[in-house]
């Protein structure tokens, strides 16, 4: 499966936005999907996570309650809604699929396939 993510952009703190990741190829609803970002100069850190199936979904402590991944299957599309954004969130967002069982959701060498990255940068 290959990934796109896109939505990024420049907002002020507090501000929403709304990322995308879109697959192409088959399988979309077999894979459990993560959100990860990485800011300038730090290792890439889980964000989210949403299983294939039940669709339940699990957060990084820093951006539980003001985030929210949902997915489309028939669109083949994985959302992640950013709400409340502050400063801290700027980073290159990247979305990834996974066959991982959910033990192994939270790091990143457990995912398969990887977008390209988009840019989220937060304003004081």
């Known amino acids: 499966v290959q990934l796109q993510a896109s939505g990024g952009g420049l907002v002020q703190a507090g501000d929403s936005l709304r990322l995308s990741c879109i697959a192409s190829g088959s399988g979309f609803s077999n894979y459990g999907m993560g959100w990860f970002r990485q800011a300038p100069g730090k290792e890439r850190e889980f964000v989210g996570h949403i299983r294939r199936g039940s669709g339940a979904t699990y957060y990084a402590d820093s951006v539980k309650g003001r985030f929210t991944i949902s997915r489309d299957n028939a669109k083949k599309t994985m959302f992640l809604q950013m709400n409340s954004l502050k400063p801290q969130d700027t980073a290159v967002y990247y979305c990834?699929?996974?066959?991982?069982?959910?033990?192994?959701?939270?790091?990143?060498?457990?995912?398969?396939?990887w977008g390209q990255g988009t840019l989220v940068t937060v304003s004081s």
């Open positions: 990834a699929a996974t066959m991982t069982v959910l033990s192994g959701i939270r790091q990143a060498v457990n995912y398969h396939y």
